[in-house]
């Protein structure tokens, strides 16, 4: 089952903040957030394992809910550099590494 | 070092030419993966291989056909495209560990079916 990611736009200017929801009906073994841009391929950006999970690195950082469906990515103090589409990718135990990506939130920074 | 290596970068066939994709990578990674992404979409995974096997096929035409001749390379023969299957093909590999199984992709491999 293909995970649903909200937005699926969002235009910033340098400094502002964006969120971007990633849900699945089922609960889920992980988490996995990418950075893509045009013509490039993916870059990992994180990955969520368990429950009430929060990590991060720089402005960027992800939280994994208690029942784990649902993830969220936090760009903050966004930078021109961090626009690109994201995808949220997602596990589901004894499916032996099988990653599925949700539809992707395309994020523009403008000055 | 992250890195995953495909080759060739971008590739023209005809519909009736036998062509592969290679991939290769050197982290000692036991899972690999191709998938195909056309514009504006997400990632689709077509196949995983897992300690040199198939473990997922996911219900791929027969024109595709993946190889992993050893735990650092992966294959993707082709043969008999239509043009729908031009896209970009992403190789991936990964390794299990108690931080998840997190996955890297390689740079990609344009494909073209004219």
């Known amino acids: 089952q293909q995970p649903v990611q909200s937005p699926q736009a969002v235009i910033l200017r340098e400094g502002e903040d964006a969120v971007i929801n990633c849900s699945s009906s089922?609960?889920?073994?992980?988490v996995h957030w990418y950075r893509q841009k045009h013509g490039e391929a993916p870059v990992f950006l994180m990955i969520?394992?368990?429950?009430?999970e929060q990590k991060g690195h720089d402005k960027i950082s992800a939280s994994f809910n208690e029942k784990k469906q649902q993830s969220s990515l936090y760009l903050t103090a966004s930078q021109l550099s961090y626009s690109g589409t994201y995808f949220c990718?997602?596990?589901?135990?004894?499916?032996?590494?099988?990653?599925?990506f949700g539809q992707g939130t395309e994020l523009s920074v403008k000055p | 070092d992250t890195e995953v290596t495909q080759t060739p970068k971008h590739l023209v066939m005809g519909m009736t030419n036998k062509k592969s994709l290679k991939c290769e990578q050197h982290m000692g990674h036991r899972a690999m993966y191709w998938y195909k992404q056309k514009a504006k979409k997400p990632p689709e995974l077509m196949f995983v291989y897992s300690y040199e096997k198939l473990s997922i096929n996911e219900s791929v035409p027969s024109r595709f056909s993946p190889e992993c001749p050893n735990s650092s390379l992966l294959n993707l023969h082709l043969h008999a495209l239509q043009p729908e299957d031009s896209a970009l093909y992403l190789c991936?590999?990964?390794?299990?560990?108690?931080?998840?199984?997190?996955?890297?992709f390689g740079e990609g491999s344009w494909l073209t079916v004219v």
């Open positions: 991936a590999s990964s390794r299990r560990s108690a931080d998840g199984n997190t996955i890297y």
């Open positions: 990718g997602t596990e589901i135990l004894d499916q032996g590494g099988k990653l599925i």
């Open positions: 089922k609960a889920l073994y992980s």
């Open positions: 969520l394992l368990k429950g009430g």
